[in-house]
């Protein structure tokens, strides 16, 4: 994880780190190098980045999480990785190259109401820490 993501997560608390299996796993995945990177060295979190909330779901979580939600249902081309603690999911969308972020609503989940709010991972942690409250 490079040095400016650790800076924006330093209100956070972490897990430790994800196993090497299951970073193996991630890599399967073809996510975002620096989103991938935080799990090197932690898995999974949750704090404030700036005046918005955000929860990260651990390495394991990720797959099992996505399948209870229906993600691929409901919006298929979302890779959920966590949320904002309020009802709203972050993911990825999958169908754009590079993968831009999302928010979409865990509740009357649709591809119509996932409204995008970073171009990268990094991107979203910068728009957090600016933020008077609201990404959308």
């Known amino acids: 994880m490079n040095e400016h993501i650790k800076e924006l997560l330093n209100d ?3 897990g430790e780190s994800a196993s090497k ?13 620096d989103y991938l990177s935080i799990f090197a060295e932690l ?3 949750e704090g404030f980045v700036g005046a918005e909330y955000l929860i990260l779901w651990k390495a394991e979580e990720l797959a099992v999480f996505n399948k209870e939600y229906e993600v691929e249902m409901y919006a298929p081309g979302i890779f ?7 009802g ?3 993911g990825f969308d999958t169908r754009s190259k590079p ?3 999302v928010q979409i609503p865990f509740i009357g989940m649709d591809l119509q109401y996932a409204s995008p709010v ?4 990094t991107h979203l942690l ?3 820490k600016e933020s008077d409250g609201s990404l959308l």
Request: no cysteine; glycine share 16%; aromatic share 16%.
């Open 99 to 101: 993968f831009k972020v």
């Open 21 to 33: 299996n299951v970073l193996s796993d991630l890599s399967a995945l073809k996510l975002p190098e």
């Open 80 to 86: 959920l990785f966590g949320s904002n603690g309020g």
């Open 88 to 90: 709203e999911g972050f």
């Open 43 to 45: 898995n999974g979190g």
């Open 118 to 121: 970073a171009d990268s991972f």
């Open 126 to 128: 910068e728009r957090m």
């Open 12 to 14: 956070f608390s972490f």
